[in-house]
């Protein structure tokens, strides 16, 4: 069966980094547009950025371009998030999406920015 299985989160001071990873398994992860979104307290969820197949084309929401970078390894079968600059307004839950229909989630990685 499909699964994403996030990682890499934590508590990290504002100006800090994270990388967020994201393994998949169950489906042909070389030929899917993989994105990432994040959910805060209170909010809804949102879309983060978006990595074509082949790592060729990326996409970013405006509140993040210039301090996050989304990359793959299909030999590894994963999807990465890089994020520098943090701010306290990036704390939230990062969640993978996915897979056949991009209808699959993973579970999610909790981020804290706070000094």
């Known amino acids: 069966q499909v699964q994403l299985v996030e990682s890499g989160g934590g508590l990290v001071q504002p100006g800090g980094s994270l990388r967020l990873s994201c393994v998949a398994s169950?489906?042909?992860?070389?030929?899917?547009?993989m994105g990432w979104y994040r959910q805060a307290p209170g909010k809804e969820r949102e879309f983060v950025a978006v990595?074509?197949?082949?790592?060729?084309?990326?996409n970013y929401a405006d509140s993040v371009k210039g301090r996050f970078t989304v990359a793959r390894d299909n030999a590894k079968n994963t999807v990465y998030l890089q994020l520098n600059s943090l701010k306290p307004e990036d704390t939230a839950v990062y969640f993978c999406?996915?897979?056949?229909?991009?209808?699959?989630w993973g579970q999610g990685t909790q981020v804290t920015v706070s000094s």
């Open positions: 999406r996915g897979g056949p229909g991009n209808a699959y």
């Open positions: 169950g489906f042909t992860f070389s030929t899917y547009v």
């Open positions: 990595i074509s197949w082949d790592g060729d084309i990326q």
